[in-house]
């Protein structure tokens, strides 16, 4: 039996970032049978965290840009209708990249078995990559504790939110900067952080607490800048992201002086060294999200044809919690 | 007894640098007696570190320029003559700042006691504070060891030159980074250093090794530029000092987003942080130095009215080892 599908494509190359109508969608015919070494899969949530518009411009991790008609990146949850190889069975939950598509067949190796016991959509929030990549910057690079005061930058944001609540857990006190009084509400008042400035407000730097420990830093180098002065002697500043930077194509730049001055650790975060402890991270997660004390926000359309739409809310920092795309089930 | 001794000072202040001739000899009387809470103290040797120059200037941890006619700042070592304090007797060999001087009374809290066993003028290198500092720096911050590749800028200098002998001590393979065939040769010959780069070779950015483990910075942007695509990943950047900085004005700045792909560590080293732990490198030291594993090039000039000159020197770097003016003994 041969399946029409549609998937949402670039319709011509967008170097300078996407427009709506730079996507179409488009019908493809899935084979009878799948083949071996490929997996049949039906997508429920697509997840545009904030690297997506920067890949679609060949911006993240040197990788090309998806061509007109490729397959666009995002992770995916979604479940197997058939599988052409063992460890994947029709029925079962997976996470991996499928392209923005009602249904596709994709290579076994850019998926993974997930527990649907444990949520669907969260897979790809607080148990997927953003998840993973708030508990490595916070515990495995940093060492968060009772006595750190943390700082979280993009706190209203996939990655950002999950940090500070991690911070929280494990005792320590934690400010978030977001934009607009949405987001700082967001933060304060359903991810629990201690407070949260808004960097639209004027003067915002002055509301930057003192003897900060730990910066988790998403954004670049106007918060970064801000925040330095502000740092304890040896405080601690983890690079997640520079979104604001793949964004405007400028380059971060580190101040050195300041960086002795307070003797500060800086290290880059690449949440990719991490995923073979994924597991760690889930089974640490998995009891505080079930009892509420993980949460996160979800900024939701439904259904493909919205999905451009959705991108471009991203790439312009108008989303508020991790946007998604509501695809089926 | 009333006494005159012979003290360098400024004529003029010298923001953009001091010249030769802005500098002056005073004499000064030292009274009869040393008044409680002081130490008359004989200076043997004078350090004129590259930290000088730049205090010279009042660019050195924020203190102010010394006005004209005060002492001047610059670590010596030296014999007590007399003493109005417990803990310093006449006899005693110490370190401290005594500014320029043939004799000095100075305060007790200046100074501290070194056992002339170990040596005199090591006191102010290898045992002092460039000792500290690269001991603070290869131990403290990071834990060189025999996996490493040690990448040293300003290795024929009073801190680079131990950093590299300490990582050779703890068996990590070490590169040099200095100016002019005479600067390399002592980096390898009398260092021990695996290998050492003239920067003032075209091409010699090509020359640093791949797959450093751990740089020591002491110069500025234009090495770090150069050497951080040839980091490991999470290879650590130890940034000790920004003398090319200090020079010319201009802020040092990191681009983050090669920071972030390699995982890079940088951190900012303060050896004054460490100054509680001197007996332990002391301890660490005094026997790979009594038995030539831990040398030291002095670039000696003799006599107070040779200072001024030295100190121009050591301002545009042409000194070649650690930079001393011999005042007595």
């Known amino acids: ?28 015919d899935l084979p009878p049978r799948t083949p071996a070494g490929m997996v049949h899969v039906r997508p429920l949530w697509l997840a545009l965290d904030p690297y997506v518009p920067q890949a679609l411009r060949g911006r993240h991790m040197g990788a090309p840009a998806p061509a007109p008609g490729e397959p666009l990146p ?33 290579p076994a190796d850019r998926l993974r078995n997930v527990d649907p016991a444990l949520g669907t959509r969260e897979h790809l929030g607080i148990l997927g990559m953003p998840g993973l990549t708030a508990w490595a910057g916070m515990t495995q690079l940093a060492s968060v504790g009772p006595d750190d005061l943390v700082c979280v930058d993009a706190a209203a944001g996939s990655v950002g939110g999950t940090a500070g609540q991690i911070a929280k857990l494990y005792g320590a006190r934690v400010a978030g900067i977001a934009g607009g009084p949405e987001k700082t509400r967001l933060v304060t008042d359903v991810y629990g952080f201690d407070s949260c400035i808004d960097y639209r407000q004027g003067g915002w730097e002055t509301l930057i607490p003192a003897d900060i420990s730990l910066h988790f830093e998403n954004v670049g180098q106007r918060v970064l ?13 983890i690079l997640c ?42 089974a640490f997660a998995a009891p505080h999200l079930k009892e509420g ?6 900024d939701v359309v439904v259904g493909l044809e919205s999905a451009a739409a959705q991108l471009v809310s991203v790439a312009g920092g108008r989303t508020i919690g991790r946007p998604l795309v509501r695809i089926a089930g």
């Not at 979104?243 to 990719?272: E, F, N, T, W």
Request: net charge negative.
């Open 74 to 106: 995002g992770e995916c949850v979604g479940i197997v209708l058939s599988s052409g190889v063992p460890g994947f069975a029709a029925g079962d939950h997976v996470v991996g990249h499928a392209g923005w598509a009602e249904e596709a067949i994709v």
């Open 1 to 28: 039996m041969r399946r029409r599908v549609r998937e949402v494509v670039l319709a011509r190359p967008v170097p300078d970032g996407a427009r709506v109508e730079d996507f179409e969608i488009v019908e493809r």
């Open 241 to 282: 992201g520079l979104a604001q930077h793949y964004a405007d194509g400028s380059v971060a730049r580190l101040p050195l002086g300041l960086v002795m001055a307070k003797r500060a650790i800086v290290r880059g975060l690449i949440v990719y060294d991490f995923e073979e402890r994924r597991d760690e991270w889930i």
């Open 293 to 298: 004390r993980l949460v996160e926000a979800h």
């Open 225 to 237: 800048d801000a925040v330095i002065p502000r740092l304890r002697a040896y405080g601690q500043i």
